[in-house]
């Protein structure tokens, strides 16, 4: 396999870009939209950008109540625990059931900086919220991807932190959050690298620095000394806005520019450029979070902790539709 090129395309937009800016002059109405954490910080954002664009959103939620709330008529709401492979099923298979086809999925949900915890079946809890649930509802929600249907998955610049951890993935030994972190952060790259090759048409996107609810297991004091915050409260320069930060997503999942770039790593609504710094600020792709080898391995190591694999090559199709199989 071969790695997607990165460099910028010209889009037209930009880091100040927001999710209203990519999405004018573009119609989705009759498109159906899956957003996961479409009820909080930049999902929020997302969510209501598509639903005035017209698209059908719906918005799989931990906590359907609160997310009902925060949408109120903005998207349809329903049940889902990304930490929980039953609750996944059920919610893929309620959702085959209805028949309905979905045009484009945002794997958005996440959790930073967590403390050691285990999901049963002992999975880490980065790993298996960030990339394995995602990974898992994909999976599972195969049949309904239209021809020509978008993923989408959120990553991070967080990926400068860590490669996966190949021998110890779920941190066994030496655990440490932000290299937890950073490893789920890799793997959200890595499963749009592979997804792609796989007749789905796929991008990873580093939304940008912001302040969100994505941050609540990272006390005040953490947050002044990252320099997030300053000591009176107040957002330090630098980051962007929710709606700012939704816009890389929004445009990995609708602009037409990208047809040629599929399994590309994104940011600031545009290719993204290989990383030169170690600065997150600056960002740009590490060479580990977008090698078609890697990306190969990890699908391979999370069929073999979920038992799922939807996408053998004689049930897709090509993203243009196209059946990949003579």
Same mark, same amino acid.
């Given at each position: 396999?071969?790695?997607?090129?990165?460099?910028?395309?010209? /889009?037209? +937009?930009?880091?100040?870009? =927001?999710?209203?800016? *990519?999405?004018?002059?573009?119609?989705?109405?009759?498109?159906? &939209?899956?957003?996961?954490?479409? $009820?909080?910080?930049?999902?929020?954002?997302?969510?209501?950008?598509?639903?005035?664009?017209?698209? #059908?959103?719906?918005?799989?939620?931990?906590?359907?109540?609160?997310?009902?709330?925060?949408?109120?008529?903005?998207?349809?709401?329903?049940?889902?625990?990304?930490?929980?492979?039953?609750?996944?099923?059920?919610?893929?298979?309620?959702?085959?059931?209805?028949?309905?086809?979905?045009?484009?999925?945002?794997?958005?949900?996440?959790?930073?900086?967590?403390?050691?915890?285990? !999901?049963?079946?002992?999975?880490?809890?980065?790993?298996?919220?960030?990339?394995?649930?995602?990974?898992?509802?994909?999976?599972?929600?195969?049949?309904?991807?239209?021809?020509?249907?978008?993923?989408?998955? *959120?990553?991070?610049?967080?990926?400068?932190?860590?490669? !996966?951890?190949?021998?110890?993935?779920?941190?066994?030994?030496?655990?440490?959050?932000?290299?937890?972190?950073?490893?789920?952060? =890799?793997?959200?790259?890595?499963?749009?690298?592979?997804?792609?090759?796989?007749?789905?048409?796929?991008?990873? &996107?580093?939304?940008?620095?912001?302040? =969100?609810?994505?941050?609540?297991?990272?006390?005040?004091?953490?947050?002044?000394?990252?320099?997030?915050?300053?000591?009176?409260?107040?957002?330090?320069?630098? +980051?962007?806005?929710?709606?700012?930060?939704?816009?890389?997503?929004?445009?990995?999942? =609708?602009?037409?520019?990208?047809?040629? $770039?599929?399994?590309? $790593?994104?940011?600031?609504?545009?290719?993204?450029?290989?990383?030169?710094? #170690?600065?997150?600020? &600056?960002?740009? *792709?590490?060479?580990?979070?977008?090698?078609?080898?890697?990306?190969?391995?990890?699908?391979?190591?999370?069929?073999?902790?979920?038992?799922?694999?939807? +996408? /053998?090559?004689?049930?897709?199709?090509?993203?243009?539709?196209?059946?990949? *199989?003579?």
């Amino acid at each position: 396999m071969t790695m997607t090129q990165q460099h910028r395309i010209g /889009s037209g +937009f930009g880091a100040h870009s =927001t999710a209203a800016d *990519v999405l004018d002059g573009i119609d989705l109405t009759g498109r159906t &939209v899956l957003i996961t954490g479409g $009820y909080s910080g930049l999902g929020k954002a997302a969510t209501e950008a598509m639903a005035r664009a017209g698209a #059908e959103v719906l918005v799989p939620a931990r906590r359907p109540e609160t997310a009902r709330n925060a949408l109120r008529d903005y998207a349809e709401v329903a049940e889902l625990d990304l930490a929980d492979l039953d609750s996944i099923r059920i919610f893929a298979e309620r959702f085959l059931d209805t028949g309905r086809a979905i045009d484009i999925v945002i794997a958005n949900a996440g959790v930073m900086a967590y403390p050691r915890e285990r !999901i049963v079946p002992g999975w880490e809890a980065h790993f298996a919220i960030n990339h394995l649930g995602h990974f898992a509802l994909v999976n599972q929600l195969q049949p309904a991807l239209r021809p020509g249907a978008r993923v989408v998955s *959120v990553a991070s610049s967080g990926h400068f932190l860590s490669d !996966i951890r190949w021998g110890d993935p779920h941190f066994d030994h030496d655990y440490d959050p932000w290299q937890a972190y950073g490893q789920s952060k =890799t793997a959200n790259a890595l499963f749009a690298t592979h997804l792609d090759t796989l007749g789905v048409r796929a991008f990873a &996107v580093h939304p940008g620095s912001i302040l =969100t609810p994505l941050q609540r297991n990272i006390s005040r004091a953490q947050q002044i000394a990252q320099g997030w915050i300053t000591e009176d409260g107040r957002q330090a320069a630098g +980051f962007k806005t929710p709606a700012q930060g939704a816009a890389t997503a929004i445009w990995a999942a =609708t602009a037409p520019q990208l047809d040629a $770039y599929g399994g590309a $790593y994104c940011q600031d609504c545009d290719v993204a450029e290989p990383a030169t710094t #170690e600065d997150m600020l &600056v960002g740009g *792709v590490k060479p580990w979070a977008v090698d078609p080898d890697a990306a190969a391995r990890l699908w391979a190591m999370s069929r073999e902790f979920t038992g799922l694999d939807s +996408f /053998s090559a004689d049930r897709v199709s090509s993203p243009d539709g196209d059946s990949d *199989v003579a």
